[in-house]
């Protein structure tokens, strides 16, 4: 079923991620109903909008990342590219900060 996709742990574990935070928000909403309010970005956002920016981000930081790797292994000569762990970090980092503070 899934033989499509190349399933390696940081893939399984971000998208399994994914279910997780989806469902954690879907009860979070049942017993708490989000109040909208403006943080850092530039507009009005309730839990659910900053989650889905949030996810958002993390999709083009991966994208990036990958894209860039093997200049990053060159400029900062490395012997092999970077670990995909990194922008996982950073991910993660970011969704933090967008859930928090956005």
Known sequence: MFSWMVWTTPVALFFSFIGL????MTVWEIKSP???????L???TTRGDRL???L?????????????AGWF??????????SIWIAV???VAWLLL????G
Do not use: D
Not at 21 to 24: I, Q, R, S, T, Y
Not at 34 to 40: I, Q, Y
Not at 56 to 68: C, K, P, R
Not at 98 to 101: A, N
């Open 89 to 91: 970090a950073i991910a």
């Open 34 to 40: 989000t109040v909208a309010r403006k943080g850092f």
């Open 98 to 101: 967008v859930m928090r503070k």
């Open 73 to 82: 292994a060159e400029w900062f000569s490395l012997e092999q590219e970077p």
């Open 56 to 68: 958002l981000g993390a999709a083009y930081i991966h994208l990036a990342f990958v894209g860039m």
């Open 21 to 24: 935070l989806l469902a954690g």
């Open 52 to 54: 889905f920016i949030g």
């Open 42 to 44: 530039p507009l009005v």
